[in-house]
Every structure is written in structure tokens, then in C-alpha cells.
């Protein structure tokens, strides 16, 4: 049972525009959401987080929104690079500090 | 300063045997997550520690699967009789006091033939 749904296993994009990635969850409980990054032999690294009050958060290049009536965030990346190209999980967290993962977008920036 | 680190990077074992998979957490930090990552998937919740304890258990598989962190640091993740399907990416994390701060390590690629 995926609770946390990531439909589009890749995308490319090119550099210097924006990437949008999705993400999809069932679980009303979930009260944080993260995004994270990884790079092939590397483990995920976090990248951008956003409370379950909130709904949007930014750092720099990166913006999650968060829709909670849809139940459905995104990742903006702008503008892309090609450093950028990685795969990118989604994840949410339940009270307990149990997180529930994406299956993952691979994003590639063309150069 | 150490990030975390998992060893060994490559295990093959065949159907049946025993293994055991260690996970060397950044020091200080209270928190440990094992997950285990199969092929086209995204991590998948196996164990939470904060200190000694395993503050949840509930995404072990089955009872072939435990595992300990005796004195709150290095945690060892225990299969017994494995199976064709344990074959995966094995993920530890370690982490401080806030739910942001997950270090994954590089994962330890377990085989079962």
C-alpha cells in the first residue's frame, strides 16, 4: 500500500528552465513532508522540508508546495541545472518519526 | 567530520544464510533509521532507535529480520534464513533532535542467490 506516490519516474528539462516534480499522498496524518536527493552509490540527501501548516517553503533555487486539500505537493527547481540531475524522492513523516517514501523521479537537465 | 557509514557496501550470500549489516552513525546522534530499498522503489521503513531502544519496530518484515543498538551508537540490522527476496539496498540514517536532520549512508547492496 504506497501511501506516498511519485507518478512520473523521470524528467528532463532543460538547463535554466524549471523543474516541477510531483508527489501524491493518501495519509491525512502525515505532518511534515521532505524532499530528498540521490545521486547513484549515495544515499538520499534532504533537501527541502514543509510542515503540514504551511503551504509553500523556500530555499534559494527550491520551493515546495504543499496542497493539502489535494494531497499533492511539488518541487520547483529554478532555474535548473545540471548538477541538478539526480533522482528525487518525496517522503512524509507520521508522528513517531515513521517516513513513508516516493518511489522516486529521476531528473535529468540537459545541458 | 563522518558522515554515516554502512558496511560492508556488497554482501552476496546464498538462500538460507544468515547476515549481519552495521551502520556507524555520525556521533551524537540519538536517532537511527534502518530502511531497505529494492529495485525501482523508494526507501522502505524498516526499525527507528532513539538511543538503545527500537522506538518502532513495526516496518520489520518478519521476525527473520532484528535489530540492536547495544550502547546507543553503532547498530547492527540482523537477517536470518534469508531470502531471494531480502535482496536489496540496505539504508541507515542517523539523526539529531530535529525529524530534518536523516544522514542517510551509502547503503550496504545485499544479494541473495
Known amino acids: 500500500d504506497q501511501q506516498v506516490k511519485q507518478n512520473s519516474p523521470s524528467l528532463s528539462v532543460q538547463e535554466g528552465r524549471i523543474s516541477i516534480l510531483n508527489c501524491d499522498y493518501t495519509?491525512?496524518?502525515?505532518?511534515?513532508f521532505l524532499w530528498y536527493k540521490k545521486y547513484p552509490a549515495e544515499g538520499p540527501t534532504f533537501l527541502i522540508s514543509?510542515?503540514?501548516?504551511?503551504d509553500k517553503n523556500e530555499d534559494g533555487r527550491f520551493t515546495v508546495f504543499l496542497n493539502k486539500s489535494a494531497k499533492h505537493l511539488s518541487l520547483h527547481i529554478v532555474p535548473s541545472q545540471p548538477g541538478d540531475s539526480a533522482v528525487y524522492f518525496c517522503?512524509?513523516?507520521?508522528?513517531?518519526?515513521?517516513?513513508?517514501f516516493g518511489t522516486g523521479t529521476s531528473l535529468t537537465v540537459i545541458p | 567530520g563522518a558522515g554515516v557509514s554502512q558496511t560492508p557496501s556488497n554482501k552476496v550470500t546464498e538462500k538460507g544464510k544468515y547476515v549481519e549489516l552495521r551502520c556507524d552513525p555520525i556521533?551524537?546522534?540519538?536517532?537511527l533509521y534502518w530502511y531497505r530499498q529494492s529495485l525501482g522503489q523508494g526507501p522502505e521503513f524498516l526499525i527507528y532507535?532513539?538511543?538503545?531502544?527500537?522506538?518502532?519496530d513495526s516496518g520489520l518484515p518478519n521476525d527473520r529480520f532484528f535489530a540492536v543498538r547495544p550502547e546507543g551508537s553503532v547498530s547492527t540490522l540482523k537477517i536470518q534464513r534469508t531470502e531471494r527476496g531480502d535482496s536489496a539496498v540496505y539504508l541507515c540514517?542517523?539523526?539529531?533532535?530535529?525529524?530534518?536532520?536523516?544522514?542517510f549512508g551509502p547503503g550496504t547492496r545485499l544479494t541473495v542467490l
Open positions: 540514517a542517523s539523526g539529531g533532535s530535529s525529524y530534518n536532520e536523516q544522514f
Open positions: 495519509n491525512s496524518m502525515f505532518d511534515y
Open positions: 514543509i510542515s503540514s501548516i504551511k
Open positions: 517522503a512524509a513523516r507520521v508522528t513517531g518519526n515513521q517516513f513513508y
Open positions: 556521533s551524537g546522534h540519538t536517532a
Open positions: 532507535f532513539q538511543g538503545t531502544g527500537a522506538a518502532d
